[in-house]
Structures are given as C-alpha cells and as structure tokens.
C-alpha cells in the first residue's frame, strides 16, 4: 500500500517557466511533508519542508503548497532553471510515524 | 563525521556471493533508515530503526536480506546469495527521530551491481 504517491513519474518545462511537481498521500496521521532533490550518482538533498499547521513555505524559487483536505502537496518552482533538472522525491512522516518516500519525479528543465 | 556516510561506494560481486554494506550514521541520530534504488525506479523503503525498538523490516524483499545496528551507531546491511536482481543503489539516512521537524539526511549510497 503505497501511503505517497507521485503519479507523474517525469516532468518537462522550459527554463524560465514554472516547475509543479505533484505527491498525493492517504495518511491523515502525517503533519510533516517533505521534499527531497536527488542528482544522479548522489544521495537526496533536503529542500523545503512544510508542517500540517500550514497551507504554504516558501523558500527562494520553491514554494510548497499543502491542501489537507485534499491529502495533496505540491512543490513549485520559479523561474525553473537547467540546474533544477533532478528527480524530486516528496516525503511524508509525523509523530510515531516514519518517514514514508513517494517515487519520484524526473524534473528535465530545458534551455 | 559531519554526514552520513556508506562504504563502499561501489560494489561488484558475482552472482551467488554475500555482500555487506556499511553504514555511519550522524552523531546522535537516533533513527536509521535504508532505501534501493533500482535504475530507472524511484525509494524503495528497505528497513527502519528507531533507537533500541525492533526494527520495522517490512521493506526487505527476501530473507536473504538482513541489517543490523548496535544502539545509535552504524548499520550494516547484508545480501545474502546475490541475484542480479539486486543491482540498485543503497541509501541509508538518519535523523534525529520522527516527528515533526525531523528531516533525514541521506549518504551517497553504495551502488551494487551483480555480474
């Protein structure tokens, strides 16, 4: 039963343009989301993160977007950059709860 | 160390062969987690660690798989018999615990490839 999903598993846009990556869970239990950056050939990186007492974090070019009701989140960037393209990894945990990983979504931002 | 680190970084056996693979975790972390990536997939969960409660194992795909961590310190995870199938980067990751806040900082992996 996968609990994070990211159901688009590759993502193109052009440099400039916005990025928005999608993860859809099915805990309500989770109250801490996350998102991770991964380049080939390394371990992910932390991004940003957002608690279940808000809607909104923003951090530079990225903002992630939390709709609990809808179980969504989503990550934005802006404007995309060529060195964005990386696979992007969302993230899901809380209290007594590990950290659950969705897929991952190949981001390729072209010039 | 200031970060997570996996040794070896890259691991060729034959097929049939145990491999173990390391991992140091952050000073003071006191969760522990290993992932797979197998090309072209996405985080495969493998196994957790939470301080002294048993591990949550419901991640390892064959009993050929095992880890291992003595208290808050490094973990090791074993193939047993490698299968070609087995070919994928491991990842480990530690945090402070789960909760919120908690972020997991991950290692480079051991990229393992069966011939």
């Known amino acids: 039963d996968q609990q994070v999903k990211q159901n688009s598993p590759s993502l193109s846009v052009q440099e400039g343009r916005i990025s928005i990556l999608n993860c859809d869970y099915t805990?309500?239990?989770?109250?801490?989301f996350l998102w991770y950056k991964k380049y080939p050939a390394e371990g992910p990186t932390f991004l940003i993160s957002i608690s279940s007492i808000k809607d909104k974090n923003e951090d530079g070019r990225f903002t992630v977007f939390l709709n609990k009701s809808a179980k969504h989140l989503s990550l934005h960037i802006v404007p995309s950059q060529p060195g964005d393209s990386a696979v992007y990894f969302c993230?899901?945990?809380?209290?007594?709860?590990?950290?659950?990983f969705g897929k991952g979504t190949l981001l390729t931002v072209n010039p | 160390g200031a970060g997570v680190s996996q040794s070896p970084s890259n691991k060729v056996t034959e097929k049939g062969k145990d491999v173990e693979l390391r991992c140091d975790p952050i000073?003071?972390?006191?969760?522990l987690y290993w992932y797979r990536q197998r090309l072209g997939q996405g985080l495969e969960f493998l196994i957790y660690f939470q301080g002294n409660s048993a591990p949550d194992k419901s991640g390892l795909p064959s009993d050929r798989f095992s880890a291992e961590r003595t208290g808050e310190s490094v973990s090791t995870l074993t193939i047993q018999r490698t299968q070609q199938e087995d070919s994928a980067v491991y990842l480990c990751?530690?945090?402070?615990?789960f909760g919120t806040g908690t972020q997991a900082f991950f290692g480079q992996g051991t990229r393992l490839t069966v011939v």
């Open positions: 990751a530690s945090t402070f615990s």
């Open positions: 000073s003071g972390h006191t969760a």
């Open positions: 805990n309500s239990m989770f109250d801490y």
């Open positions: 993230a899901a945990g809380g209290s007594n709860y590990k950290l659950t």
